[in-house]
DNA sequence: GCTGGAAGTGTTATGAAATAACATTACATC
DNA sequence: GATGTAATGTTATTTCATAACACTTCCAGC
């Protein structure tokens, strides 16, 4: 789970400037159309989730969200996540006690998260697979409202090495 | 994740008596076989794991670990589930901060559960669909080590009420 | 059998992650 | 502008997990 090495964290590059403003924006606009408010706290947290280059801890989100370097009160950033979890604009990653920013768009979806045990590089992907899943549970009776997939390993950058 | 409803918790039943016994040898075989060493620590917790009906929290291992009714110190328990993990022995579940005893043998494998959110019960299932995932993230060069499914839902007698 | 190193354990203390509980404020609807 | 609901602010606490270091057990090689 920790930097093992001295790679670069190949991480998908945080938002910045007008790719950040356009993305907040339109996460504004479909909490509009689906009756949701992004209200200020909410809107803050999905801004350092989206600048950020991985994923990122509750406690850092605390520690960084005042503008001023004032810390919040953790209440607020977790309900923050809880909010941007339901409407799909962030996700848990469970084994890292950490949050992302959605990187797929679009609605509620199940999460896959490929996890560099090595550089610590996490890229969320399509999750291959899922649908098998989901109808083998089915055929028993169970119901799937909510998949997290989360694959440790190493990525090809840390295998070359 | 909590109990929001009056079912029983359909979960796998606890191990008991000669069961629980035989089960425990086993481990112990097979760690001879491994050159691994299921001491008395790492022998109770599996021991508490096996007996459960369900996922344990780690801190009610720790203080139903001593046969008298002692407590045992964190360290204790959290290093005999990392050594039970790494065998194969026990699974951690990450949405639920719970450890369960391994239910489908074998070595090591990728561990996937359907954790009904309504009664609490947990299924540990075969990983239907794991190879699609693993063989995607390989065309990306990345190499998978170890693999977690959560399916969060409702199972059938849950929903048939 | 002694011995040296590795693996395992005991113990104390601390750190990290998350939530409970309750007062207060914003917001839409009537 | 009254009313109810959703959201926030604030304090305190609980839950979960690990760091650090001393001590013991085990086994291989002498
Ligand atoms: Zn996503
Ligand atoms: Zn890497
Ligand atoms: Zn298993
Ligand atoms: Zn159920």
């Avoid at 996460?27 to 949701?36: H, I, K, M, T, V």
């Avoid at 004032?70 to 977790?78: F, G, L, Q, S």
């Avoid at 409407?87 to 084994?95: C, P, T, V, Y």
Wanted: some cysteine; glycine content about 10%.
């Amino acid at each position: 789970m920790d930097h093992r090495c001295e790679h670069d964290a190949a991480a998908s590059v945080g938002l910045k400037g007008s790719a950040l403003a356009q993305a907040l924006d339109q996460a504004g606009s479909r909490c509009d159309s689906d009756g949701q408010r992004l209200t200020a706290p909410r809107r803050r947290v999905l801004e350092l989730l989206l600048g950020a280059e991985g994923p990122v801890k509750a406690y850092d989100l605390i520690a960084a969200f005042g503008v001023d370097g004032e810390a919040a009160k953790p209440p607020t950033v977790y309900r923050a996540l809880e909010f941007l979890e339901r409407q799909g604009f962030a996700h848990r990653i469970e084994s890292l006690n950490a949050y992302v920013a959605c990187r797929l768009g679009a609605d509620t979806h199940a999460a896959a998260f490929l996890i560099c045990d090595c550089c610590g590089a996490t890229r969320e992907i399509e999750p291959a697979g899922a649908d098998v899943l989901v109808a083998s549970a089915g055929r028993d009776g169970f119901v799937v409202t909510n998949l997290t997939v989360e694959a440790h390993g190493l990525c090809a950058a840390c295998r070359a090495s």
